[in-house]
């Protein structure tokens, strides 16, 4: 029984995206309750649990070096546990089993709940032990959670999806998508808030279609949803990710513009400027629509920063559909944008098309994205030097004696000397900027200032 296992010490790594974060404070939160002590090194924990993703090749090597740590740990002190969760532990379980035999337990992330039953399981048997369920309508959230202390929290607001992107795993992995119980999800707030978090983060692989699944009985729409969390005494600010560009209402957009909670940063990912490449993609939308949804982004709400996701190198992608998008990123002045070099996923429909590019082609390419994205988001940054914006002061920094770090309501960082507790909302001054953060002075309440 679960009830029986010993208070022991645990280490736990994530890998993926915020919601692959998420599920690891769940699996924390499984753990603490059943008296297992976390710890920050691998070397001080009996029990090692990785949570893993599956969304490009890259994510799988970097776990395979920490699993050559794991087993050297392991047979230093035989006893020791290891736990490989999350999304690689879902899609690639045969090869993690016959490469990495020395793996005891393997959990995917609809399963997390059974965790302890499997630890449980592993102590009675000499073989690994392992759940899958392909099925969603499981939300981690329904598990006790420990988070790191802090003004900000994650909150889920669905599971899966069901986009089928051409080049995307995760539907395959983390299933259809279903959407989590709107009172659910309002009271979880209103927890988070009586605790002490100002700022939450609603979580979804395409936030914009909560709520669009048949028969589902909550919040008509996001908005609606958002509306709602609005209504939380006490909570300053609501952001949310990811936004689909096809989903995006106008309910959205009109709400951005109205709510003081809501915060003006929309990560609204393109992949590509090139109507070719966007079809070949099955992202629904064309570059002219996704040009025209951010023309009234801004027009709505003029303060509004936005941040994106790019793919260089998708199969056929041409020197003329990378300098396409080149220039959707010019136009949309983007504050931010994460970059990635496409990577073939067995399962997709992408891993099966032909014009698969030379990497230096794809290396050389996403060089010269990356230098227009730094240069966008540095004029972007310097913009702002000498107005006053409100920082949420999130933590201590472990940099620099005496200064704190916190984010703008466009979710940049701001460091600056000061010594407010985290969870001050404070004014500051901006003073300097790089293309991904900011500096500034803290202004006395009450001073009078150029804005
Ligand atoms: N649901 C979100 C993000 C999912 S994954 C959305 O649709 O926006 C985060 C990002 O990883 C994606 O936006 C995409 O840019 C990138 N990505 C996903 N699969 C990839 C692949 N096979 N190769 C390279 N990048 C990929
Ligand atoms: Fe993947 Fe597309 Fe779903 Fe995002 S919307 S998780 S890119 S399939
Ligand atoms: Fe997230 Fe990676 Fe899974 S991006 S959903 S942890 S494949």
Not at 349 to 360: H, K, M, Q, S
Request: hydrophobic content about 40%.
């Amino acid at each position: 029984m679960v009830s029986r296992m010993q208070p022991d010490t645990y280490y736990l790594r994530s890998f993926g995206c915020q919601m692959n974060d998420h599920d690891s404070e769940r699996i924390a939160g499984l753990l603490e309750r059943l008296g297992w002590v976390r710890r920050d090194l691998p070397e001080e924990a009996g029990l090692l649990v990785y949570n893993t993703c599956s969304i490009r090749e890259k994510a799988d090597s970097r776990l395979a070096g920490h699993l050559g740590t794991a087993a050297r740990l392991k047979r230093a002190d035989p006893s020791r546990r290891l736990v490989v969760a999350g999304c690689l532990a879902q899609s690639r379980r045969e090869e993690l089993l016959s490469d990495f035999p020395f793996i005891d337990v393997l959990v995917g992330p609809q399963s997390l709940h059974e965790l302890p039953r499997l630890l449980e399981q592993r102590r009675d048997t000499d073989r690994p032990v392992g759940a899958f369920e392909e099925t969603t309508g499981v939300f981690s959230a329904a598990l006790p959670r420990a988070r790191p202390s802090g003004p900000t929290a994650w909150v889920q607001i669905t599971a899966g999806c069901s986009n089928f992107c051409s080049y995307c795993i995760v539907p395959y992995v983390r299933g259809p998508e279903a959407s989590r119980s709107t009172v659910e999800i309002v009271e979880e707030v209103a927890h988070l808030v009586e605790a002490g978090v100002k700022e939450v983060t609603f979580l979804g692989q395409n936030v914009n279609a909560y709520g669009k699944e048949p028969g589902f009985a909550g919040a008509e729409g996001f908005a609606d949803l958002l509306a709602l969390a609005c209504e939380v005494p006490g909570l300053e600010r609501i952001r949310f990710m990811t936004s689909h560009p096809k989903d995006m209402s106008e309910d959205l957009i009109d709400l951005l513009a109205a709510s003081n909670q809501l915060c003006e940063h929309v990560h609204l990912p393109v992949q590509s400027g090139s109507d070719d490449i966007l079809s070949a993609m099955r992202r629904g939308y064309t570059r002219e629509g996704y040009l025209s949804l951010v023309r009234r982004l801004r027009e709505a709400v003029p303060e509004v920063a936005l941040t994106t996701d790019l793919i260089v190198g998708f199969p056929g992608e041409t020197e003329a559909d990378f300098e396409e998008t080149l220039s959707l990123v010019q136009e949309c002045a983007f504050d931010g944008a994460f970059t990635f070099i496409y990577s073939p996923r067995r399962q997709t429909e992408a891993a099966r098309l032909a014009g698969r590019l030379d990497p230096e082609v794809a290396r050389a390419r996403m060089a010269r994205l990356v230098d227009l994205v730094q240069r966008i988001g540095r004029q972007r940054n310097e913009a702002l030097v000498g107005t006053v914006v409100e920082v949420l002061v999130e933590k201590v920094s472990r940099q620099a004696a005496g200064e704190v770090m916190g984010r703008t309501r466009t979710h940049k960082p701001v460091n600056f000397p000061s010594s407010p507790e985290p969870g001050a909302l404070v004014r500051v001054e901006l003073t300097e900027a790089t293309s991904t953060s900011l500096r500034g002075r803290e202004v006395p309440a009450g001073a009078s200032v150029r804005s």
